[in-house]
């Protein structure tokens, strides 16, 4: 038949794409994520849960202290130009951030991201995660797309 | 050898097309027959206008509207679609041509007609029926269907992803350097097996090469032991300044769940004791909050 050809290769595409979704929820995926921070100099150390969660801009973000009451949520806008690089460049802005109590040594960070973005480096690894360095604050962290969208859509005012 | 247009006979003698099952009849009319035939006789071919007048006018006059009205009444006939012209399809400033599809031999009706959608292959000797014609032209429409519809999709889907970027376009983008993307460079050590390890440097400067593995490595030993005896795999990603140490450690289980410990480490170059045993005791910790695997 004339259109034998392309109705196979559709149906071909659509039990590719119905495996592809199958297997999607064996890729690995970022469960939790623990921060620690410490100065080797004063022995001070803090320890934080980082719950992230994908919108359309960027990600939800709850950090939550766990040795005392402190906690973070904010909403983070991401504007990475995936066009100009396999390894893109861009930046994070925090917004409509909310705190619960206070955490004196996230208080320069805070102020930091109020009045500026947070300059990014990223690298593509497998299974959909990217590697992220904040430039700034020189923070390395493995997102996924469970937990933050990177594209252009952030970078919209 | 008498062939059938899906069930219709071709009856010479009566001018008519006549359904095999049913025994129907349709009578075409001189011309009009002449006209099947000679389109049926050139299936696959593109036959113009003046040919086809030629052949089954001769030299007679015919109107401008005998052909087309012609051409009309043997799709009616045949239950062809007007708008689809599955059987006789008109092309534009050319003609006409019949579908060889639709051709069938009877006296070899044991055998299905070509299967392998090859349009140029006529129907081999022996072939059989093929499904009724309503059928078929179904099974055509639904095809077709089918097609424009994941066509719709596909457009959509990329006026969906890539709108964005179009309107983002619009806006400056992100103006930033080269000498700020991202180098990524494994560290390998065979003491390491159930480690992978990798620098992370913002610019090009080949000097700067921060070896995990030298700084660590009391550290790196003990934590490959323990993802060892736990059956769990683990990737570091690191990247360092004068004053700070900055790890993600990236845990995985057999359940392939991943559980990250971002560590940020001030003053790492103070002591190398206290470095290794403070990476260490952050990793065991995550190491050992992580649930069984099920």
Known sequence: MKYQHVSNLFYYLIFMLSMICVSLPASAAIVRTDIVFYDLMTANQRSYSLHMLPTAKGAQVILHRNDKAFSLSTAIATCFNRQTSSQPQGYLWLKEQSTQYTDPTLLPILNFTKSNRLRVSMAPLANAQSVLLDRDSLTVLVVDPTMMTLGTSGCQH | ?294
Request: net charge neutral; hydrophobic share 35%.
């Open chain 2, 1 to 294: 050898m008498h062939m059938l247009i899906n069930k219709w006979r071709l009856d010479p003698s009566l001018n008519a097309l006549v359904h095999t099952d049913t025994g129907e009849i349709q009578r075409l009319g001189e011309f009009h027959y002449i006209l099947l035939e000679t389109l049926v006789n050139h299936a696959g071919e593109v036959l113009s206008r003046n040919f086809l007048i030629n052949a089954v006018w001769k030299n007679r006059v015919v109107g401008n509207n005998s052909l087309p009205t012609a051409i009309y009444a043997l799709r009616a006939a045949l239950g062809d679609d007007g708008r689809l012209q599955e059987i006789i399809k008109t092309v534009p400033k050319k003609g006409y041509v019949f579908n060889k599809e639709f051709i069938t031999y009877p006296d070899e009706s044991l055998i299905t007609e070509t299967v392998d959608g090859k349009d140029n292959q006529v129907p081999p000797p022996g072939l059989p029926h093929g499904p009724p014609l309503r059928c078929r032209l179904s099974a055509i429409r639904t095809k077709k269907t089918i097609i424009i519809t994941a066509v719709f999709i596909a457009l959509i889907y990329l006026l969906i992803t890539y709108y964005p970027r179009l309107a983002q376009s619009k806006q400056p983008p992100p103006a930033l350097s080269g000498q700020s993307e991202l180098t990524l460079k494994r560290e390998t050590s065979e003491s390491y097996p159930y480690i992978s390890i990798y620098h992370l440097h913002a610019g090009s400067d080949p000097g700067h090469t921060a070896q995990l593995t030298k700084h660590m490595p009391d550290a790196l030993r003990a934590i490959n032991e323990k993802l060892q005896a736990q059956r769990m795999k683990a990737a570091i990603y690191y990247s360092e300044s004068v004053a700070k140490l900055s790890i993600s450690l990236l845990v995985q289980d057999n359940c392939h769940h991943q559980y990250q410990l971002m560590l940020g480490i001030e003053n790492w170059q103070t002591g190398t004791h206290d470095l290794n045993s403070v990476f260490y005791q952050a990793a065991e910790n995550t190491i050992n909050e992580i649930p069984a695997c099920q």
